[in-house]
Nanobody, 132 residues
Framework: VQLQASGGGLVQPGGSLRLSCKVSGFSLDSYAIGWFRQAPGKEREGLSCMHGSDGRTWYADSVEGRVTISKDNAKNVFYLQVDDLQRDDTALYHC??????????????????????????WGQGTQVTVSS
């Protein structure tokens, strides 16, 4: 089971990027998929996930309305579209996947729903830098 992230780069504020995660060794039909990011000096942040069984999605409040998670089962690729990028979005973005038994891994922390980092398989990360 492997994940290969790509699509990061340097983008101006207000711009957009589509991050890709190519999977091998498992089927996107059943696995849950997630996107995380980690900025220098900050904790890893869960951004979005999609359940494998029914395609239900979840987005973090910090990015909802600006990101869209999607997948192409036939190509074994899933995506994160990020729009209206701002300097605070500068980070290393990781894709991750969980088997059907674990699902998205959403958990309640201090009264808020967050994405657990306990995913079984991780990609290597792709750097997104937002700068003018």
């Amino acid at each position: 089971v492997q994940l290969q992230a790509s699509g990061g780069g340097l983008v101006q504020p207000g711009g957009s990027l589509r991050l890709s995660c190519k999977v091998s060794g498992f089927s996107l039909d059943s696995y849950a998929i997630g996107w995380f990011r980690q900025a220098p000096g900050k904790e890893r942040e869960g951004l979005s996930c999609m359940h494998g069984s029914d395609g239900r999605t979840w987005y973090a409040d910090s990015v909802e309305g600006r990101v869209t998670i999607s997948k192409d089962n036939a190509k074994n690729v899933f995506y994160l579209q990020v729009d209206d990028l701002q300097r605070d979005d500068t980070a290393l973005y990781h894709c991750a996947a969980n088997p059907p038994t674990k699902g998205c891994g959403l958990q309640v922390v201090d009264g808020s729903l967050e994405l657990s980092s306990e995913y079984e398989t991780w990609g290597q990360g792709t750097q997104v830098t937002v700068s003018s």
